[in-house]
């Protein structure tokens, strides 16, 4: 599994939470949040794109994102999902790397590529659920930048 981060390149999983460990610890009383967030693109193939956000509230951000190339997802509900599940599948890991580093009182949002208006709206209840049944805040558009901004940038 590789990130890729706009100034140090290719990470791994590991080295991405070194690296938000060590931009936490710059300004320690600091407020911190991490955005997770998923988007795709569907061309000949599906490319899915997962961001890993590091935001120091009111200052400033970090960010991580991979890329994952999938058969072409014509289904707009079956492309949201597996956004979603790319999604929790990473917010798990960095997870429970933060509660072996005693780190479980750092807020991790998810935010998903959905919102009232257009066609995903249907969908806001079962993805916001399926979020918050896993143990993470939900956030839907136009509060997902993480997925509309940052992983949007790179499915192109």
């Given at each position: 599994?590789?990130?890729?981060?706009?100034?140090?390149?290719?990470?791994?999983?590991?080295?991405?939470?070194?690296?938000?460990?060590?931009?936490?610890?710059?300004?320690?009383?600091?407020?911190?949040?991490?955005?997770i967030g998923?988007?795709?693109?569907?061309?000949?193939?599906?490319?899915?794109?997962?961001?890993?956000?590091?935001?120091?509230v009111g200052?400033?951000?970090?960010?991580?994102?991979?890329?994952?190339?999938?058969?072409?997802?014509?289904?707009?509900?079956?492309?949201?999902?597996?956004?979603?599940?790319?999604?929790?599948?990473?917010?798990?890991?960095?997870?429970?790397?933060?509660?072996?580093?005693?780190?479980?009182?750092?807020?991790?949002?998810?935010?998903?590529?959905?919102?009232?208006?257009?066609?995903?709206?249907?969908?806001?209840?079962?993805?916001?659920?399926?979020?918050?049944?896993?143990?993470?805040?939900?956030?839907?558009?136009?509060?997902?930048?993480?997925?509309?901004k940052v992983?949007?940038?790179?499915?192109?």
């Amino acid at each position: 599994m590789c990130f890729i981060s706009p100034s140090k390149g290719k990470l791994s999983l590991d080295e991405v939470y070194a690296d938000i460990m060590d931009f936490i610890g710059s300004v320690p009383n600091a407020q911190y949040k991490i955005i997770i967030g998923s988007d795709s693109q569907a061309k000949n193939e599906t490319c899915f794109v997962t961001a890993i956000i590091v935001h120091q509230v009111g200052k400033g951000a970090r960010y991580y994102y991979k890329k994952k190339k999938h058969r072409k997802i014509n289904s707009l509900r079956q492309k949201i999902f597996f956004e979603t599940a790319l999604s929790l599948d990473t917010a798990s890991k960095i997870t429970e790397k933060l509660a072996e580093d005693g780190h479980e009182d750092l807020n991790l949002e998810i935010h998903l590529d959905i919102g009232p208006n257009g066609e995903t709206k249907e969908l806001i209840r079962e993805l916001v659920g399926m979020v918050v049944g896993s143990g993470f805040d939900a956030k839907i558009k136009p509060d997902s930048c993480g997925a509309s901004k940052v992983a949007d940038k790179y499915t192109k």
